[in-house]
Structures are given as C-alpha cells and as structure tokens.
C-alpha cells in the first residue's frame, strides 16, 4: 500500500509529458497602436510541447494597485500547434483589423472583447491563470506606480516571485510591445529583468505559425525639389550652368514611409565628374517612420568647363533600396560663356552672341569686347588699349580683365595694312602683363592689331 502511494504522487510531480497548458509565457503585450488603445494584443508562447489545452486557462487584467481584475479573455477551446515555442495569440476586433491593413490574412487564435481599461496601462498587471485562479505567469509593467501582487505559483518562476515589474508603461503610442527577450524554454526570473520593449514595427505570431509585423518596414524616399520623388536608380537632377568658380546647390529631402526607423544613412559620389559635388549640409538620422524626414544638401563646384556627371549614392537600412541611386548633371561655363550669357543671354558662338559678330557696331568683335572687358552693347572702341611710341620702340601694354580667361593674345604689325604685310608680334609680358613691343626702326607708321585666339 505505501508503495502504492509513493508511485501515484511521483506521478503527479513528473514533468508533464500529456497535454495541459501549465507551462507558458506571456511572450508580448501590446498596449494599443498609434494611440487607439482599442487594438491590443496578448501574444502567448509554450515553453514545452503540449500546452495547447488552453481551454482550461483565462487572462485576467489588475490595476496599479493590483485590485479590480478584469477578465481579458477566458478561453473555452484549445488550439492545434503543441511544439514547444507555440504561439497563442489572443487579440481585439481593432487590433486585428490594423494588421489586416498591412497583411489581409491575419487572424489571431482568439479575439478579445474586454480590452486591458484604459487606466491600469500606466501601471498594471496581467495574469495567465487556470479557470480556477492559479496564477502561471505575471507580468506587471509601470515601475515603482505598480504597487500590487507579483506573486503566482512556482510553475514558471522558481521564487513564484514575478517582480519587480517591467520599468516602463505598457506602449501604446506606436507599433510595439512589451516583449520577454529570453527563450521560449526559459522560465521567468523577474519582469523587470525579462521584459524589454520590442522592435518597431513588433511582430505578432498565432498558433498555426506565420509572423505579421504591425506595421511597415523603413521605406526611404528622396525628393528633389521638396515635395517630388526621384525614382531610385533612374532619376537625374540637373544642377544647371555654373560660371568658373561658382557653384550651385541643391537640397534633397530624405523621408521615411515605413513604420521603423530609417537608419545608417551616408551619402558617397562616383562616376567621371564625382570630385565636381560635395554634400555642405549633412541628413540626420534615424528618421522616424512614418513620414519622419531630414534633408542634405549638394554642391556642385565645376573644376572646368564642358558637362559633368557623376552618381550619388544614399545608403541606408532600407532593404529593397540600399543604396538609393541618382545621376548628377551639370555644365561648367567656360569664361566666355559665362560673358555670353550675363550679355546676351545665351552660352553658345551664334547669332548677337558670335564671337565675330559685332552687335554695337564699334569696329570691335564680341570676342576682343570679351578679351578687353567691354561693353559689347555700347560703342567704345577708344577703350581699346592704344599703341605708343617710346624710345624709339612702338607697342602696347596692357592688364588682362579679372574674370577673363581662355583668351590666347595676340598682336601684330604692319606699315602699310597691305593683307600679306602683317608680322606676329611675341607677348613678352608675364603673368596677366601682356607686353607686344617691335622696334620702330625709323619707319614714317606703323600699325598694330590684335590677333586673339579662343578655343
Ligand atoms: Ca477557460
Ligand atoms: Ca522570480
Ligand atoms: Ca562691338
Ligand atoms: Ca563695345
């Protein structure tokens, strides 16, 4: 007969190899989404195989005292999944639907009616209990504010000590939750040791498997002017004309679309011309989601003349567009475009603005206008620099006009105009000194005119 006795009760404390719904955690819980306190969620998880009979088991809700419970939810049936690491995933009407925006087959294993109130998710307490109030899992949030119970069997936790609580209030502005960061075999220490908060957007798991996340991933989206969005990988901003030493800047607008934060965000440049652009205002990150945003700024500098294109490359966390990519274009003006255009309001050698057109009639080209620093709408020829004769030695110095370059001067002279009677004179000046200077050698005249080259 003892032995008997001894045999049924080593039974009774033997790990359960059958189905019952003892060991279990309360994995996540989520307070609300984007501040509607009527989308909640209890997200349960078997820390062996077999506890599925949940039918057997209710969650009740406490408040900061730990008094006035609510019954959440008594289940009435059980679910399928068994595996150790099953998920039982109890959720409201509204909390559903929101998922559903995002991923139209969610369903969760049960729909809660009565919510956690609105007053205990400052500071509270949940219980996962058997129908007849054996409290098998705590988890009360709110620091020091929750001043009830924390205690419930020795099932789960080997002082049957849940506490202290979870430091913080339970989230209800975004997409996340109160999470158990350790694994589904691990048994409970404290909740303010256990619980941590959950990635943005959480993710929510029911019993027959498949994630849902509450939300959307980081999406970046870049914009040029603020307001357009640029089609990653075959966008191209123009950044115009830009005269010699000159630049033109652009500003660019990152935005995040996603729910989680956008992140790791670096800007680089390649491609021919790259050494031409540089960023003068950095974006800041993370950017929060949704519709969080940061801006930069581009420089484009030409080093020279003639078209410039280069790449620019915005990594970030981004999984579907990392790095964002966009062509860079953009001309650098040659001094002689750049007069063209401030005069005659176009860059090329035609038409008013042909270097050998002579649009003011004072006998002088656009292209010596230009080389002298003229007005080409105004006749000025006596502007010109005038030769001299000094010491026996007949020729001209002159300063080259600031700005003015890609001029090569030239000079020669004659006696007589005759066509074939023109000599080069050579420029012994320096730097922007033009000297042009031939002996008079006693002649009665002599001519000088210039010979200017551009290319
Ligand atoms: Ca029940
Ligand atoms: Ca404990
Ligand atoms: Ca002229
Ligand atoms: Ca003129």
Same mark, same amino acid.
């Given at each position: ?30 307070? %609300? ?76 294993? !049960? /729909?809660?009616? &009565? ?11 949940? /219980? ?30 080997? *002082? ?32 303010? $040791? ?20 509450? %939300? ?23 950044? %115009? ?24 965000? %670096? ?28 801006? !930069? ?20 966390? *981004?999984? &579907? $567009? ?19 255009? /401030?005069? !005659?309001?176009? &860059? ?6 042909? *270097?050998?057109?002579? !649009? *003011? ?53 004659? /006696? ?16 922007? &000194? ?22």
């Amino acid at each position: 007969m003892k032995s008997t006795l001894s045999i049924l009760a080593s039974l009774v404390l033997a790990p359960c190899a059958f189905a019952t719904f003892h060991e279990m955690q309360i994995e996540q819980v989520i307070g %609300g989404i984007d501040g509607n306190i009527s989308a909640q969620a209890i997200q349960l998880r078997m820390r062996v195989l077999g506890q599925n009979l949940v039918s057997n088991a209710r969650v009740r809700a406490w408040d900061a005292a730990g008094a006035n419970p609510v019954l959440v939810l008594d289940m009435t049936t059980n679910v399928t999944g068994s595996a150790a690491g099953s998920r039982v995933l109890l959720a409201t009407a509204a909390f559903t639907t929101a998922v559903q925006a995002i991923t139209p087959t969610f369903a969760p294993d !049960f /729909t809660i009616t &009565t919510p956690i109130p609105a007053s205990y998710l400052a500071a509270g307490r949940l /219980t996962f209990e058997s129908d007849t109030g054996t409290i098998l899992w705590s988890l009360a949030w709110g620091g020091a504010a929750y001043a009830g119970s924390n205690t419930g069997a020795i099932t789960n936790d080997a *002082d049957g000590n849940y506490g202290p609580p979870f430091g913080q209030t339970l989230p209800t502005s975004g997409r996340q939750g109160v999470l158990f960061t350790g694994l589904a075999r691990d048994p409970s220490t404290t909740n303010a $040791a256990n619980y941590a908060l959950s990635a943005v957007p959480a993710t929510v798991v029911g019993n027959s498997g498949p994630s849902y996340l509450l %939300g959307t991933l980081q999406k970046i989206v870049v914009e040029q002017p603020a307001g357009t969005n640029l089609v990653n990988g075959a966008a191209s901003v123009a950044f %115009g004309s830009v005269a010699p030493g000159n630049s033109g800047s652009k500003s660019f607008t990152i935005r995040n679309t996603g729910n989680a934060n956008l992140t790791g965000l %670096g800007i680089t440049f390649d491609g021919t011309n790259a050494a031409d652009f540089t960023v003068t205002a950095s974006p800041t990150a993370p950017i929060a989601g949704p519709n969080g945003s940061t801006t !930069f700024t581009v420089r484009f500098a030409p080093a020279t003349a003639g078209a410039k294109t280069a790449a620019l490359h915005i990594a970030s966390n *981004d999984a &579907t $567009a990392n790095p964002f990519n966009l062509a860079l274009t953009g001309t650098g003006l040659t001094a002689l475009e750049d007069w063209r255009l /401030t005069w !005659f309001g176009t &860059t090329s050698d035609s038409g008013n603005a042909a *270097d050998t057109f002579d !649009f *003011d009639n004072d006998g002088l080209v656009n292209l010596i206008e230009f080389a002298f620093g003229l007005n080409p709408t105004q006749g000025n020829s006596l502007a010109l620099p005038q030769p001299r004769l000094i010491a026996g030695v007949f020729g001209v110095t002159f300063t080259q006009p600031a700005g003015v370059s890609g001029i090569t001067y030239g000079a020669e002279w004659s /006696t007589t105009l005759a066509a074939a009677s023109w000599t080069a004179i050579a420029d012994t000046g320096t730097g922007s &000194t033009h000297t042009f200077n031939v002996p008079a050698n006693g002649n009665p005249q002599m001519f000088l005119r210039y010979a200017l080259t551009a290319p």
